[in-house]
């Protein structure tokens, strides 16, 4: 998880940059991810061990290419497209309290009094690293509706981690990935056919080809080959709360290109995130919690 997110917190400034130079579209940036991403699993796939996925799974693959990718990226790409990278990365803060909660209802995963305060340590450092790179842009606050899509987004992203935890489970990586990235590109092909057959290829550079690149590869192909392993031994909201790393990222690659320093602020929002990550991986899970009341209730007998 901690290699997924960095690789995404690397895309967001990496996705913005390609966006802006009007060259590719948000729904054209879409779909390079989606197609790439799809060609480099099935590639993948042929050097791994094959597996047979049963059609049951193969119609839950398909609502979790729904949620997990489709909604999860269109929608982040699009609000990209209409906010700042600052205000976009604020709005990555929700993951973990989104997911908290539907694992709550859905799972009845406890909100124990560790999970929350780890949550809340994480947002708070999130936050702190957020802000106090917020001079640093030149930008407008950009539109309300990109905000609103990027929390849609991180809505879509909860939901694909609570509901389709089991699948995950039951699959390698790189089979529940080839089919999630094919049908992804299905379902988004149809919608920006006019478009890929209107790219003016002769207006891409070798900047805007290399930030294509990072996006495609970096930024999907190889975090989504690592999500499911963390998925498969992390609880739902666990796996979220190494959301909180992306602003920490971005705040290194800010430091390194000179546009950004290293201060006090940051150091201590930089502990809050990994005690915040700490408390909450190190909190009770459902399991346990009723594994404790199980032995407790034995003593109580004997």
């Not at 790409?77 to 997911?99: C, E, K, M, Q």
């Not at 992306?246 to 150091?267: C, E, H, R, T, Y």
């Amino acid at each position: 998880m901690l290699g997924a997110e960095t690789m995404w917190g690397l895309m967001a400034p990496v996705g913005k940059f390609v966006l802006s130079g009007a060259v590719v579209t948000p729904l054209i940036l879409t779909d390079f991810r989606m197609i790439g991403a799809a060609c480099l699993f099935w590639i993948a796939s042929f050097f791994t061990k094959q597996e047979h996925v049963n059609h049951k799974d193969m119609l839950s693959m398909f609502f979790a290419a729904l949620l997990g990718i489709v909604f999860n990226q269109g929608s982040y790409l699009f609000g990209l497209g209409l906010t700042t990278p600052i205000n976009a990365s604020i709005v990555t803060t929700s993951l973990p309290i989104l997911t908290m909660i539907i694992a709550a209802i859905y799972l009845r995963e406890p909100i124990t009094g560790k999970k929350l305060l780890g949550v809340f340590m994480g947002a708070v450092g999130a936050l702190l690293l957020i802000l106090s790179g917020q001079r640093l842009s030149g930008e407008d606050a950009g539109s309300i509706w990109g905000v609103l899509l990027c929390l849609f987004a991180q809505f879509c992203f909860s939901l694909y981690l609570v509901f389709f935890k089991g699948l995950i489970g039951k699959y390698s990586p790189i089979t529940l990935m080839k089919w999630m990235f094919t049908y992804s590109s299905i379902c988004m092909i149809p919608f920006s056919y006019n478009q890929l057959l209107a790219i003016d290829w002769q207006m891409f550079d070798f900047r805007t080809i290399g930030g294509i690149a990072m996006v495609v590869v970096g930024g999907t192909f190889i975090s989504y080959l690592l999500i499911p392993i963390g998925q498969k031994s992390l609880r739902p909201t666990v796996t979220s709360m190494y959301n909180y790393v992306q602003p920490i990222i971005a705040s290194i690659v800010a430091i390194a290109w000179g546009m950004d320093s290293f201060n006090f602020l940051k150091i201590i929002a930089v502990i809050l995130v990994f005690t915040g990550v700490f408390f909450v991986t190190q909190s009770k899970s459902r399991a346990q919690m009723e594994e404790y009341e199980r032995k407790k209730a034995a003593e109580e007998n004997n």
